[in-house]
């Protein structure tokens, strides 16, 4: 198990930027592969951006693509979702999300589904005006 903290949010104006950071604690950070999902009110939960353990493969939901950048640290155990040009649809709370699955682990494939991944953030507000 790992325990997720996400900072970084907060007020931006339309076409400005944030960088989001998810620190984590416990044994093993650098196994998992890491995802970033965000929730907008009224809305279902929806993927955003995941990274490979070794931070070699990301991968990115098409609403964000060109737009957002997800990294790892892992000597630092965190990861961060860099957010440029940002819309006032992006607005939500963003989380970052721990995939433990052996599976995908060895394969280096990672998920898109949230039920997949194992430990969860608090989460973090994103609201951007226009």
């Known amino acids: 198990q790992v325990q997720l903290v996400e900072s970084g949010g907060g007020l931006v104006q339309a076409g400005g930027s944030l960088r989001l950071s998810c620190a984590a604690s416990g044994r093993t950070f650098s196994r998992y592969a890491m995802g970033w999902f965000r929730q907008a009110p009224g809305k279902e939960r929806e993927f955003v951006s995941a990274i490979r353990w070794t931070g070699s493969s990301t991968y990115y939901a098409d609403s964000v693509k060109g737009r957002f950048t997800i990294s790892r640290d892992n000597a630092k155990n965190t990861v961060y979702l860099q957010m440029n040009s940002l819309k006032p649809e992006d607005t939500a709370v963003y989380y970052c999300?721990?995939?433990?699955?052996?599976?995908?682990?060895?394969?280096?494939?990672?998920?898109?589904?949230?039920?997949?991944?194992?430990?969860w953030g608090q989460g973090t507000q994103v609201t951007v005006s226009s």
């Open positions: 999300a721990a995939d433990s699955n052996l599976v995908r682990y060895r394969s280096g494939t990672y998920s898109t589904a949230d039920y997949e991944y194992d430990d």
